[in-house]
């Protein structure tokens, strides 16, 4: 490309890796134009919390002042901490206000030219923010989502050009098994090894599939990471699909993240045009090509085999495996299909070299995982740890711990096929063993902290009563045994239950959990199997005593068999 | 790719009325070449179009994909997503998932109930506000939340939901 097509932006496409570095130079130089940037978050929290007024206002209070060429104000993606939302950042000083208003407009305008403004700002070096490690979530808040130069101009696609120009697809392969990451999807398993069986299948027709269904009640990671990084997570895909010989790409997103959805299709397109998707990108003989896939909003979708049931047409049945989808997928085609933050990892490894990404994390867990903070925590929001993290710095240190004088009492993980873990756990390290090993599940991520007012019978009855409604009834011991799980479950919180009840939904969730046919059914006793292990007593005294301790069931100390009182 | 039919195949079935909305809707189908992994996106097209899915739209795809009737109903009340009723003018969506129960969403239900008398997935006679649920749509970090008429609010508490759903009630 020669500096005459430069000023052509139309006609610019990114063939080699110096059209790359000249489209990242030129988009440095245009934002070194202006004096400062201002970002406003745009994720959930913060535009419920009113960000999309709060950005309207400062642009237009800028317009009104003839600031716009020194001050850029950009919508910007999620910083984390979504308790302090509204949020807005402003670069290079690194100053981040919360809990903005419209109101604040003039005030922020006003202390561009000088000091920031104390009682707005939030400490941007406190624990929540330095205890983090980031990989899938770096320059967090720092770019636009929209544009594709914000995301070239930090280093974007160098991955996905030395790849295609440097490496061969085993070497790829290679880097990725070295590098020793696991899938975020859940279970863990080993991303390379998932790859190369794919890319040793035999078949001139393969897919690449990213599970963003995230059908996970209390999880928003991969919402939030594909709403602010979709390039990034492209970019994963695209460098997959040359790995494993593929030519078509699916991402699978369901109909509640309509955010991420659009934020998708418009990075696809953006891709296209500067022909980083398409046929020959880079100049080599590689095609590929994405697409969206809007999934229906059932929490079965998740599992790989019934997303694929899904992406043909019909309903979201999971079938039996083996034969996996690297085997025999879509269309009985050969298939991988990763998580969105697996995907992630991937430009990040390649770019730093797999030995970076191996110092990170413990022995067996590599890298670092993005976890969904909720529930009875001070800090709510999205963060990104190093695994071995203990589950205590995560929850006192990085989340602030319980409010309002109130205690501590578990900590639930891995969704509907997780477990709680009590505060006498705390310091187990968070990775895929030791959380096996506590009963619960890594999950894609999510973390609910739980008071002393939660009752562990009700979460338990709470979760199951999900799983018989999301159960996909093709298998019968996971469509009638949630239901007979949950009617026991019921029983205990009314205070109708006897010990004999307590040893049949033992032995139920021993069925239930050894011959459903996929994972949903699997894992569906666990949140009871995990509570009965450390609440036992709880359930004692649901059903020997009568009462529900935490005073969830009915009034504190109360007979749960008598009817409450009417007045 | 899945086999699709053969480019002269009579698909050019006339839509069920000459609502020009149809005209999306056959756009979808021969986007996907009337193939059969067309019908969850074609259902999604309709019900974003119409608002819901009745009898006449699923027999018009089933036709126009040329798969049975049956199918068509099954993968519609099999997802979430898919309505068969038209919903009310306003809607109240309120989200069951973990960290939203954690946070009381139940009272959220209860503050709905206690003003409309709706119970989950009810509409009211007025057709003027109907109650839904979901599980979790990534508002986690405000729980409990709910999306009431599309925007999502969050930290909510009983009585400032009973104050949004009697705005709805008293306004004409
Ligand atoms: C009931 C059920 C729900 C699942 N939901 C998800 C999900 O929402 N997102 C996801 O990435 N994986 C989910 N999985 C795991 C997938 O089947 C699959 O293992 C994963 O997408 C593989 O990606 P990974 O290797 O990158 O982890 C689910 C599994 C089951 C059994
Ligand atoms: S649990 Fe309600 S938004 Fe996630």
Redesign the interface.
Known sequence: MNANNLNNSKAQTIRSNDDLLLCAEREKDRQAQYKQNLFVCMGTACQSCGSTEVLKALSSRIKDLGLEKDYLISPGGCQGNCSQAPLVSVHPQNVLYQNISPQNTNDIIGSLKGSPIKELSCDNQSSFFARQTRIVTEYRGLLNPERIEDYIAVGGFSSLLKVLTQMSPSQVIQEITCSGLRGRGGAGYPTGLKWSTVAKANDSQKYVICNADEGDPGAFMNRNVLEDYPYKILEGMTIAGYAVGANQGYVYVRAEYDVAVKRVENAIKNMQRLALLGNSIGNTSFNFNLEVRVGGGAFVCGEETALIASIEGGRALPSPRPPYPAESGLWGHPTLINNVETYGHIAPIIRNGSQWFANIGTQKSKGTKTFALSGCIKNTGLVEVALGTTLREMIFDIGGGVPEGRKFKAVQTGGPAGGCIPESQLDASIDYESLKSLGSFMGSGGMIVMDDSSCMVDVAKYFMQFCAAESCGKCIPCRVGTVHIYDLLNKITKGEASLEDLSQLESLCDVVQNTSLCGLGQGAPNPVLSTLHFFKDEYIAHIVDHICPAGACGPKGQDLRRPACVL | ??SSSPINAPHSMAPPTDDPRWRLVDTTMRHYGY???????TL?IVQESFGYLDAIAMKYIARSLRMPLS?VY??VT?????RLKPPGEHTCTVC????C???GAKNLLDAVKLCTGLLLGQTSADNKISLLS??????????P?AILDG????NLNSSEMEKHIRKWTVSK
Do not use: D, H, S, W
Not at chain 2, 151 to 154: D, S, Y
């Open positions: 790719m899945p193939a059969p992994n067309a019908l969850i996106e999604r199918k099954g993968v099999f997802y979430g997503l898919f069951l998932g973990t960290a129960y954690i946070k979901c599980r979790c749509f990534g508002a986690c970090g405000i729980a939340a925007q999502v609010i969050g």
